[in-house]
């Protein structure tokens, strides 16, 4: 399993400032972190820093629009949980919305009771399928035994520890994109504060998981460094 940070941090894109200040003082109040943000070309940026556990988006938003924004995180993400909040509640905007990938659609007005209830329910499925994924395969000569904590490559056998299992889930659950050091601080270890601080534990750890899953560790193939903007899990061959 993922260990995931005590606090969900949720990111809230909304231009409505009374919903905004309202759902956010909701949100902590039920034991989120939050975040929000009212201009949509923001929070896109915001969007796609990887550092929320879910992000509640508006519709209808000055600059990039929510659909524009869900679909630019699917385009690099898609684990990120998404629940669109909009008052457009016609079934070809939901359609459009569950297209784009978004993982629920909540019509405003909104009861709060109902949203942390999808809230909860969608941190719950992104859990489950972060810790479905069983077995890694590298290249066609490593394999990695998530539950087991082992490996082979070739006929070597490997064995992890389970912050090692972690930080490869995390990155095969997030694919071609590259996932920051800040942002393993904070999701594969807890970390909430001074993460920058930290880094050096990030580079230590995927310094002994070359050692097991490279053949050559100085020159990786698998768990390769993106300059500036983290590390990636490469799967095919
Ligand atoms: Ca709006």
Request: charged share 30%.
């Amino acid at each position: 399993m993922i260990r995931v940070s005590k606090q969900p941090h949720i990111l809230i894109i909304e231009d409505e400032a009374a919903i905004r200040t309202g759902l956010t003082d909701a949100l902590v109040y039920h034991g989120y972190r939050v975040d929000g943000v009212a201009d949509g070309n923001q929070g896109l940026g915001k969007a796609l820093s990887g550092k929320f556990d879910l992000i509640l988006l508006d519709l209808m938003l000055p600059g990039t629009s929510g659909f524009e924004i869900c679909d630019a995180i699917r385009k690099v993400d898609r684990e990120q949980p998404i629940i669109m909040l909009t008052a457009k509640t016609s079934d070809e905007d939901i359609i459009t919305g569950l297209g784009l990938g978004a993982d629920d659609y909540v019509g405003k007005p909104f009861s709060v009771a109902e949203l942390v209830l999808r809230i909860k329910a969608v941190l719950r499925r992104a859990r489950t399928v972060v810790a479905a994924a069983q077995k890694i395969e590298l290249g066609g000569d490593v394999t990695i035994d998530t539950q087991n904590l082992r490996g082979t490559r070739g006929l070597e056998e490997l064995v992890f520890t389970r912050r090692e299992m972690d930080i490869l889930e995390y990155l095969h659950a997030h694919g071609e994109r590259p996932v920051s050091r800040e942002e393993l601080l904070n999701k594969v270890w807890g970390y909430d504060r001074n993460a920058a601080l930290e880094t050096r534990t990030v580079d230590i750890h995927v310094a002994k998981l070359r050692r097991k899953i490279e053949i050559d560790a100085k020159s990786p193939r698998y768990l390769i460094t993106v300059r500036g903007a983290g590390y990636r899990l490469v799967t095919e061959t």
